[in-house]
Structures are given as structure tokens and as C-alpha cells.
């Protein structure tokens, strides 16, 4: 059975650093496109990042760009999501997504499995 499996969040200080990391079994990972997502207490679920099935492309949600960066290695089916320059806003469970294929832009529009989610807290 495909599976997503987040790991590595936790609670941090602003201005602090954490790296998520996504572990996918059971399909051809270089095939897909990955991404995260996050979603913080009431409100809507929110697009960070994504990566293209090659790790040449990338995309990034304005909240986060130039202090987050994600990066995958195909090797170890794994996504990462290096995330600097915490703030208190970034405080969210983060998501990990496969896209339908390995263009990024599969991810924001049409990610079609779910890992259960990691906690991100940053306190002030």
C-alpha cells in the first residue's frame, strides 16, 4: 500500500530551524511531483512547497519563500523541507502530497495522497 510518512517536527523558537522529512513506499518516487502543505488552527489548508519529479523545479508559497526550501532525494524516496527564520505564524501541522505526475505544478492543483501530518509549533 502507497504510503507518506512525516517526520521531524516538533517545537521550536522563532527565529529557530527544523527539517521535515517525507518518506514514500510502494510507487516509482521520481515519477511523482511532492509537495507540503500546512494548516494551521481554523484556518484553510495552505500551500508551501513543491518539488518536480526530477528535483529541478520548484515552487514555493509566498509565506515561505526564501526561508523555506525543500529538496527530495530519489534515492531514499524522501522529500525534505528545510524551514529557517521560523516564525510564530509558520505554527501548523505540515502535510506531505504526491502529485499526479512529476510536474510541481501537479502538486498545488491536484495532489492526490496524503501523509497523516507533523506538528510544527514555534513559540515567541
Known amino acids: 500500500q502507497v504510503q507518506l510518512v512525516e517526520s521531524g517536527g516538533g517545537l521550536v523558537q522563532a527565529g529557530g530551524s527544523l527539517r521535515l522529512s517525507c518518506a514514500a513506499s510502494?510507487?516509482?518516487?521520481?515519477?511523482?511531483?511532492m509537495g507540503w502543505f500546512r494548516q494551521a488552527p481554523e484556518k484553510e489548508l495552505e500551500f508551501v512547497a513543491a518539488?518536480?519529479?526530477?528535483?529541478?523545479?520548484?515552487n514555493y508559497g509566498d509565506s515561505v519563500k526564501g526561508r523555506f526550501t525543500i529538496s527530495r532525494d530519489n534515492a531514499k524516496n524522501t522529500v525534505y523541507l528545510q524551514m529557517n527564520s521560523l516564525k510564530p505564524e509558520d505554527t501548523a501541522v505540515y502535510y506531505c502530497?504526491?502529485?499526479?505526475?512529476?510536474?510541481?505544478?501537479?502538486?498545488?492543483?491536484?495532489?492526490?495522497?496524503w501523509g497523516k501530518g507533523t506538528l510544527v509549533t514555534v513559540s515567541s
Open positions: 502530497a504526491a502529485g499526479t505526475s512529476s510536474y510541481v505544478s501537479s502538486v498545488p492543483s491536484a495532489a492526490n495522497l
Open positions: 518539488i518536480s519529479g526530477s528535483g529541478i523545479t520548484t
Open positions: 510502494g510507487r516509482t518516487f521520481s515519477n511523482y511531483a
